[in-house]
């Protein structure tokens, strides 16, 4: 996958501004087009509520208007010296916000998106980079509030079980890979790995792309997968978490956890996700 396009779920939040800086960084690394979105959902629904006097109505319209064209130049002033105008891109949109998010990034070859955690105390700005790479089935980089490319390290984990969509981010992942100075695999022994095949296997496929690469199995014992994906990365001083998403049903995920669920809680670096 060649990265020449990305999108950014922008809505003037810390997290989003630490989107924001991560896609500065692939933009001076891939010379990518980047766009803004803003995806937000008006304060008030005037539609369902047709008795609201005109001068409300319009007062509601005319605060919205303001607050977009104040995050609009939040994002391009932002923009400025770190890319060039002409691949500095803007598109306002009042819908919901998920929705329209994993829209877009249908036509985009990733999408970053700030995790949530900054925003709780405005739960109507707050994005979900797990339904957005599963609605949309492109891969999202997920940043954590606070990141700065100082505490970058171009070596990245590989979350690998051999299924579906750890195959998925795997693909979705390799021209990132492609240019990390180490690529470790870990694999979780005994937990639902896939069925080796005779002749190949992932060690393989990164060392034909290149890619200097270390595979590493780890038992679980009482630890959740993760614990340990976790304390992996920042064991060995990992920069990127390239791992699949929702191998059991997202609802069940979100009633009694899960691995995807947890590690985009918890995990301090970015983390491309795909499903």
């Known amino acids: 996958m060649a990265i020449c396009n990305i999108l950014i779920a922008y809505n003037g939040s810390a997290s989003s501004d630490a989107a924001l800086k991560a896609a ?20 008030v629904d005037i539609q369902g509520r047709p008795w609201l006097p005109d001068t409300i109505q319009k007062t509601i319209v005319d605060l919205d208007r303001e607050h977009t064209k104040e995050v609009e130049s939040q994002f391009l002033d932002q ?35 700030g995790r949530g955690d900054s925003i709780v105390e405005e739960k109507r700005l707050e994005l979900h980079p797990d339904r957005i790479a599963l609605k949309s089935g492109r891969p999202v980089l997920v940043v954590p509030q606070g990141w700065s490319e100082q505490l970058f390290s171009e070596h990245a984990l590989v979350a690998w079980d051999g299924n579906r969509s750890a195959t998925r981010a795997l693909a979705d992942a390799m021209q990132i890979l492609e240019t990390k100075q180490l690529v470790t695999v ?5 937990r639902n790995l896939g069925k080796e095949l005779k002749g190949i296997d992932v060690e393989t496929v990164l060392d034909r792309h290149g890619i200097n690469t270390d595979c590493i199995s780890i038992n679980a014992g009482k630890k959740s997968i993760s614990d340990i994906l ?46």
């Open 24 to 43: 500065f960084f692939m933009h001076r690394k891939y010379g990518t087009h980047v766009t803004g979105l803003m995806a937000m959902p008006s304060r």
């Open 79 to 113: 923009c400025k010296g770190n890319i060039e105008s002409e691949k500095t891109h803007w598109i306002a949109r009042r819908s919901a916000f998920d929705a329209t998010v994993s829209e877009y990034a249908h036509m985009y070859d990733l999408t970053i998106v």
């Open 186 to 190: 870990l694999s979780v022994a005994g």
């Open 230 to 275: 976790i304390e992996e990365c920042t064991s060995r001083n990992v920069g990127l978490l390239v791992m699949g998403a929702y191998e059991h049903s997202k609802f069940r995920e979100d009633i009694i956890g899960g691995v995807t669920n947890q590690v985009l809680r918890h995990c301090p670096i970015p983390v491309l996700l795909s499903h």
